[in-house]
Each structure stands twice: as C-alpha cells, then as structure tokens.
C-alpha cells in the first residue's frame, strides 16, 4: 500500500463510536467526509478496517480493484452469505452513507462469533471500493467488478477532473492494473446490505427499518430544443421559434403527466441552460436534464415513450427541432422474495417497527442483485437528510439495524 493509517480506533466498540472512528479518515474541514476512490484517506480507511477485522479473528483479502473482505469461516461449506457496503464518499458527505453498512455487519459478525462460534456456512463482510461515482465516472466500480459486469478494460480512458486515470489512481493505491485479475466470484450465496434511508419516509411513519422489495430504475436524459435567436421587441409571437417556451410547455407537460402515471414515479429537470440567455433576446437554443425512476420497467418505458411524443409534437407545431439524448439506462432490480420474507420476520421476531419500501436511490444491492439473490435494508436518516456533514441516524435505529441483520445472518449461515 502507498500509505501507512496513522489513526487510532476508539475504544469503544458501539456502533456510533465506531462510524465515528471510520469518519475520521477524510473528515473536511466543513464536518464532511472526503473519501473518494482511491484518495489517501480511502486507502488509509480500507487499511484500518483490515486490521481491525484481523484484531477480531476474521481472514482478510483485497480482490483486484480494492474490495476489502473479511471472512469469519464456516464448517460445512465452501460458499459464503456476503454482506456489507460501499467504504467511499461523495464530497463532503455524511458519516453514515456507506460506513454504516460495514459497522453493522461487522458489529452482526461479532455477536454471532461471541454467542455461537464458527458458522455452518462462512460469513464475508465486504467494505465495497465504490458505489457514488464522486471521483470517477463511473458507479459501482466495486460491486461491478465482483459480479463481472465490469473489468480492467472499463477503466480505459477514464479521468477525474484533476486528469489523473483511473488506472494510475488504481496503481497509486496498491492495486496495479498490470496484476489485475477478475474479482467475479461464483461462491456468493446471497448478499444483504445494511444501508441509511437518505429519505425522510421512515421518520414520517415512525418505523425503524425499511425492507426494501425494489430498487428503481433510472432514466437520464438531455432534451435540446433549437429554435431561433431573434430580437425580443420586433418579432410577433406567431413567428417566434422560441426555445426556452417551448422547454416551458414540455417541462409542465413532464410534471404533469408523472403525477397522473403514478404516485411512485419521480421525474426531476435537474439542469438548464439556454443560449444566448440575454434578457432582449428571444433563446435559441435551450437544453436540460430529465431524471426518471421507478420501480417497473415498463411504467418506466411508458412515461418516456410519452414524453418523447409530445417533444416531437411540440417541434412540428412550433417549427423547433427537438431531441432526447438518453445518458443513462439502468434497469429496475426486484430484492430476492425469499430473502425479503425473511427479514419480515426477523423484524417481527426482534419486535422492530417496520414497512416495506421502494428505493428511489441506486446501491451497491442493485448491482449485486442481477447476478447474487439479495436483500436491502434501510435504516431511518434524521430529517432526511444525506450526501451532508447534517447527515445523521440515531443510536437507536442504528442498533435496530444491526440486530435484525444479525438474526438474518444467523437463519442464513447458522441454521
């Protein structure tokens, strides 16, 4: 490795004290967390969860691309139940986003170690390289790798912003792409991630966990809309060719037609630039980003295919041309029924409020469910708030987490 960790952990072992010690690696100036892909401190963090996971009796290993696992052994098999989360940051974000997932398998582990010894079937905790994208662009570098839908030549040509490759980035971190070998494992039998909600619906319902049955699919978009520049006090609005009202009239045609389709999808304009964006001068050209989500595939066809309609009518009724250019394509991921089931019942075993959800946000689960069967949970976030220094989850919740996912882990590899 490139850096030595210089930390040291806190004594106690709950699972706030030990967020809090993660958080230390890449703490910001503003209170944040700066621990992108591959930085100083995502290696120095990668580092001290290794140790401490060979202090408390697990068998570490780094895969290729930087994927941190610890392995408690199981007597009867060779396969092994994954569980854990993504160790990297977005800039200045939250303590919990991520860093909770690995706390609380570790924290399951422990307590399953301490009551009941080795396993029937192993136990990995993973701290995954990457999922946010902050760095690179790219998103789920980390779990890509392991179910083999991405490997060492995905990583041609991509830079951050500084210019620095990501192979040069993977080099400087200890894992040199001239040694890579495919991390894609065919020994995992499921995966269950422990993640904060980075949403206010928990809160609001009062419920302290969140079993999550689908992740959304999502939809990105660049809608450009060319029209024609002209003077803003001589041309008659019958012969306008104006970009930036007609951008008006399919924005409000996006916002209506969601809410009518249904209550679960989410359509967001998040960018919106015009040209040449003077106030005596009718726009050109205008162009902005629409985000869609939701949770079936074809609700989520639909809806673009609809908007893509009314773009070409509004063209050939204002003279404009109009194009979508589509950046982004994920495909909607239905969590593992049986393994959901079975964190009902854990929840109803532990007496833990709780209610199924949707999530409207991408995780490391959505990648690993296409290949492993799968399991996402959400623990509440204070006032909804994520991806901030004000990011926050009680220690209550926190715990309520970690013992639903410990009697899950104990039904999957002790029974």
């Not at 239905?334 to 532990?350: D, I, N, S, V, Y």
Request: with cysteine; proline share 4%.
């Amino acid at each position: 490795m490139a850096f030595e960790t210089k930390h040291v952990m806190k004594t106690a072992d709950s699972p706030e004290s030990l967020v809090d010690w993660l958080s230390s690696f890449g703490l910001s100036d503003k209170g944040g967390v700066n621990r992108l892909l591959y930085s100083k401190p995502w290696v120095e963090a990668q580092k001290a969860l290794k140790s401490q996971w060979e202090e408390h009796g697990l068998v570490t290993s780094f895969d290729s691309v930087g994927n941190l696992f610890g392995r408690l052994e199981g007597k009867e098999s060779s396969s092994c139940i994954l569980t854990g989360s993504h160790i990297d940051s977005v800039s200045n974000g939250g303590k919990f986003d991520g860093v909770y997932g690995i706390i609380a398998s570790f924290s399951a582990v422990q307590r399953l170690k301490e009551a009941h010894g080795a396993p029937k079937k192993s136990i990995e905790i993973v701290s995954l390289c990457e999922e946010e994208g902050s760095r690179f662009p790219i998103t789920f570098w980390g779990s890509g790798n392991i179910t083999g839908k991405y490997d060492i030549s995905h990583a041609e040509g991509i830079k951050d912003t500084q210019g620095i490759s990501l192979k040069e980035a993977m080099k400087s971190a200890g894992f040199d792409p001239q040694f890579y070998q495919s991390p894609a494992r065919k020994d995992i039998d499921c995966f269950i991630e422990c993640h904060i909600e980075q949403g206010i619906v928990l809160e609001r319902a009062h419920k302290s966990l969140g079993i999550v049955s689908d992740i959304v699919g999502q939809k990105r978009f660049t809608i450009t809309i060319l029209g024609e520049s002209n003077h803003a006090g001589t041309t008659p609005m019958p012969y306008r060719k104006d970009s930036m009202s007609a951008a008006a009239d399919i924005i409000h045609s996006i916002t209506g037609k969601a809410i009518e389709t249904d209550t679960d999808l989410v359509a967001t304009i998040g960018r919106l630039t015009t040209s040449p964006n003077a106030p005596n001068v009718i726009a050109g050209e205008t162009s902005f980003t629409l985000d869609v989500r939701h949770h079936k595939q074809e609700t989520l066809d639909h809806f673009c295919k609809e908007i893509e309609d009314y773009c070409s009518k509004v063209a050939r009724k204002q003279d404009l041309h109009i194009s979508m250019d589509k950046w982004t394509d994920v495909k909607p991921v239905q969590m593992h029924p049986q393994l959901t089931r079975l964190c009902e019942q854990a929840a109803q075993q532990q007496d833990i409020p709780y209610q199924f959800m949707i999530s409207g946000a991408g995780h490391d689960a959505q990648m690993l469910g296409t290949t492993y069967p799968t399991s996402l949970l959400f623990v509440p976030s204070c006032n909804g708030i994520s991806h901030s220094p004000k990011e926050f989850t009680s220690a209550e919740d926190l715990e309520n987490g970690i013992e639903v996912l410990t009697a899950i882990l104990y039904e999957l590899a002790y029974t």
